[in-house]
């Protein structure tokens, strides 16, 4: 049984751009997209405004924000079966921007039609409510340091073909507190990540438990717990014998990486839920009784 569900690798989302063609006179050139970064689907509820008794639910595309500033279309490579489709992103469009954030993370998100997605076929999965754990929530379950992790995503542009095959690496948390997210805005892991990495998500590997019997050990749930942000480098200096000033830089890849937790895609997604609820179109999403995170309650750890 693999540890990771096949729905959470399915979720993650390769996105691309689309280079200028060699030659724009020739029709049957192939489309040039390059890998800029990694994303994942992630579905959310709230309680109906005008009927607190239905749940209402929204599907949300989640990234890192470095990697659609800048981007005035990204494709988004989606498939959960044997074609890829990509599906084109504006960062605006006659309302507004189409992607939110939240103050001081690395972190977007955007609305996605789910209707539009269904009627046109798009095979996808997301992240579910109930799926995620915040840091309060993982402090609670006596999450961190040392604790393992799964970094999904598309390093090096390694997204496929024809179809797009995340890439699995593991990990560990090295620093869960709240030092190290106030200072660097995100938790630390113990994982390497590369360009294409950033926006991908980190999911908790399921924690053994005792099984029903009290006797035998069995894993409890995968849960979402942040986005890859980026790696820390590391910085070495060759300096001159004669002068002894230096002379040149060499960065490399530390080995440590930074994550956005889900407390910060929460509140993204809740400023978005505003935003739109704020406008005149009649049709907006109600959001009346939502909160910064999804109606339901996960899950704890066992």
């Known amino acids: 049984m693999s540890l990771l569900p096949t729905r959470y690798l399915d979720a993650v989302v390769a996105l691309e751009t689309l280079n200028d063609p060699d ?17 994942v689907l992630v579905e959310v509820e709230f309680p109906d405004a005008d009927n607190q008794e239905e749940i209402v639910r929204f599907l949300f595309l989640v990234t890192a924000r470095h990697v659609v500033v800048g981007q005035d279309t990204l494709y ?3 498939n959960a079966g044997p074609n890829a489709t990509r599906y084109v992103l504006s960062s605006r469009d006659d309302e507004g921007p189409r992607w939110y954030d939240a103050e001081g993370y690395d972190v977007a ?5 789910e209707e539009q997605w269904d009627a046109d076929g798009v095979d996808y999965t997301a992240v579910l409510p109930g799926g995620w754990l915040d840091v309060g929530e993982l402090l609670a379950a006596d999450v961190g340091a040392g604790d393992e992790v799964f970094v999904c995503g598309f390093p090096l ?3 496929g073909v024809e179809r797009k ?3 699995v690496r593991g990990g560990i948390i090295a620093r869960l507190d709240a030092d190290v997210i106030e200072e660097a805005r995100g938790f630390m892991i113990d994982c390497n990540v590369f360009p294409g990495n950033s926006g991908g998500p980190v999911f908790l590997k399921p924690l053994l438990r005792i099984g029903e019997d009290g006797k035998t050990l069995e894993y409890g749930t995968t849960f979402l717990i942040g986005i890859v ?4 480098p590391y910085h070495d200096e060759a300096v001159s014998v004669q002068t002894g000033n230096t002379r040149v ?3 490399e890849n530390s080995g440590l990486a930074t994550v956005v937790p889900v407390d910060a895609i929460a509140e993204a997604i809740s400023d978005c839920l505003e ?9 907006t999403p109600p959001t009346e009784g939502h909160a910064t995170k999804p109606a339901s309650t996960p899950h704890q750890p066992q």
């Open 165 to 167: 095959y995340s890439i």
């Open 109 to 113: 998100v955007t609305l996605i039609d």
């Open 157 to 159: 542009g390694l997204s």
């Open 249 to 251: 830089v060499f960065e």
């Open 76 to 78: 988004a490579k989606i």
């Open 229 to 232: 942000d980026s790696y820390l």
């Open 275 to 283: 935003a739109l609820a704020s406008s005149d179109d009649d049709d």
């Open 23 to 39: 030659d724009p006179d020739d029709p049957d050139e192939e489309p040039d997209f390059e890998a800029l970064g990694s994303g």
